[in-house]
């Protein structure tokens, strides 16, 4: 496993001079590139300098995990004008059976995953360990520390699905952890994100979501109490864009040494919206759907993928007018089109149609629509939830867990649409057992 120092760097502001005249004993500089548990505890802020660096690893991961789970999912394209990578490693892949490089440029979000975890899990030895810190603060940084690492942890879980993960963090770093199964991640995030008991239960209830689509009986009434204990608007009842907007955010920035967001056109001009978000979205008495209309522009003129490899890109992305942007981890609309899903598969269809109208008025300017089967509230949750969670990475996800991956369009003759990110080659070779999909 790579390893993640717990700073960026070091910052000394002392001059040493006369060394020859002092003692050794006296003089003990430590090594600030490569702190120790002991010597964090004993400052007072280390703490706050391990957290914001979960934080950090968050938000700097985020950008390319929605990015590659658009791709997957129809709704992106990366078109880096010298890489043609970015294309062909994510549509095309590689033969026999036609699958994903494991040493190639779709093996990501893996590293950066288990590093913040690592991260996560030193800040709760830190605060466990400081005198500073009241028994209360240190079960409030524990919640933090756990809510995150269950957030770092689905993130991964989601990429490799079927393929399982590790869910534990060794303290010898250089010994692989064990993978288990995605039912065994699934639980154990869930696990922790009720240990940790913050304010973010609202990624409780996706998780629940998630898993009550792979076929847990019970998850579908537990994410709806889940639900019922976050900050989601009563049932039907957004009245807002901002309402809807209400929620837990990356916050990115332009300022000397922060994180810009890197999915902001103004940042990297070269990532664009996917064809068949114009040609699939519907209209209303008010014209086209409205976050169609919200999110995403035409181009001046087209622009022609590196190397030919697809067909050009007519439309951009505008959810984040600027690298100051914040980006959603979660937010009101999708809490809504949870309990939406929740209701529709616990058969309460009357509940679920007021909160998918309510979106479909408020964020869409759309008509109703109306079900009474589980198969057609399936299909209307899926056009909400593509328009109102655009480019949020879900998409790709949604589709699998319902086993509709073979709906997601081709562009050209020899794409396929890929069912799991690899297990990174590096991954395999550090273990004797190997996990699912090494060879």
Known sequence: MTRRRFWHGARLGLLITGIAACNSERLNIPNYNQPTTEGLSNDPTAVQLLASGVLDGVRDGFAGMTRDFGIFGREVYNYFPTDGRNVSNYLVGIPGPQRLDPAGFAAGNWTIRFQNQRNAVQLITVAEGSAALSAQQKSAVAGFAKTFRALELLYAIVSRDTLGTPVDIPANENTPAEFVSRDSVYKFISAMLDDAATDLQAIAARVLAYRGSLGCATCYTQA??????????????????????????????????????????????????????????????????????????PLAAPVAPPSNLNINATH??????????????????????????????????????????????????????????????????????????????????DHRRFGLLGQLPLDQPGQFVAKVMPIPQGECDARVTKPNGCT
Do not use: C
């Not at 907007?245 to 332009?254: A, I, K, L, Q, W």
């Not at 940042?267 to 699939?280: C, L």
């Not at 869409?364 to 109306?370: F, H, M, N, V």
């Open 224 to 297: 709806l109490t889940a639900i019922g204990a976050s900050f989601v608007s009563p049932v039907g009842g957004a009245t807002s864009l901002a309402d809807l907007d209400r929620g837990t955010y990356n916050v990115y920035s332009t300022s000397a040494g922060d994180t810009p967001n890197a999915n902001s056109f103004a940042q990297q001009n070269y990532i664009f919206a996917h064809a068949s978000i114009q040609a699939d979205a519907q209209s209303g008495p008010s014209g086209i759907d409205a976050r169609y209309t919200r999110k995403v522009v």
């Open 316 to 397: 951009r992305f505008t959810i984040w007018a600027t690298p100051n942007s914040p980006a959603a981890i979660i937010r009101n609309e999708e809490l809504m089109l949870i309990r939406a899903e929740a209701n529709i598969f616990t058969n309460n269809f009357a509940a679920a149609l007021q909160d998918i109208n309510n979106i479909r008025s408020v964020s869409g300017g759309l008509g109703p629509t109306a079900f009474a089967t589980q198969a057609d509230g399936l299909t209307a949750l899926l056009y909400e939830r593509r328009y109102s969670l655009l480019f949020e990475g879900q998409r790709w996800n």
